[in-house]
């Protein structure tokens, strides 16, 4: 009890110095990560790297995938932010820019954490549930963003074939990012670049039930 005490007037003595509680959370994870790997970082290691107890932690974040979740986020935001907004010209080659300027604005956000994510990409395949929240809550969300930001999007069929395409791009661009470590990331700018050349005709398709709505709209 008195060490209890103790360490909880401690614990409000630094706040009262810095004014806040510590590091942001998804932060102090993703320098855990870097460090150690996704797997040896628990809750309580991230809250007391956070300067949080772990109630007030779970009150902002219910389990480390929540924590990826809205690290996730955070990157859809920089690459939306990084576009800008502005109307999209219905050509292939305004598209395929587009698409660019979208996967490179989500590489130069997570340019900052790059050890943390080669960690992240080399240990989620063995955390089935980790793996499924970054592909549902992740990775699918950011595409769908990502086509939203290039006019791309579509509510149907086509829309599905269009996010499985690109994440496949996105996908193995990533890889080639985290092996560049140029200053100019020209590996990674080619390959991206020779990969949407490829896919930019599929990615622009529009599907039978889209067409035929168009001619009955005429």
Known sequence: MAKTAQRRTRRNADQDKTGQTGADPVDAMLDLVAAE???PVTL???????????ADLYRQYGSKNDLLTAYA?????AMLAALGGGAV????EAAKDRLFEA???????LAPRKPAIRALVRELPADP???LCFLQGGLRRGIDWTLAAAGLEDPGLQGILRRKLLGLVYLDTLRVWLRDDSADLAATMAHLDRRLSRSIGLLRRRGFFSQLRDRFAQ
């Open 73 to 77: 986020r955070r990157i859809d935001a």
């Open 37 to 39: 790997g996704w797997r």
């Open 44 to 54: 309580a290691r991230i809250a007391e790297a956070s300067g949080l107890s772990l």
């Open 103 to 109: 996967v490179m604005a989500r590489l130069d956000a």
């Open 129 to 131: 549930a980790a793996l």
């Open 89 to 92: 010209a219905d050509t292939a």
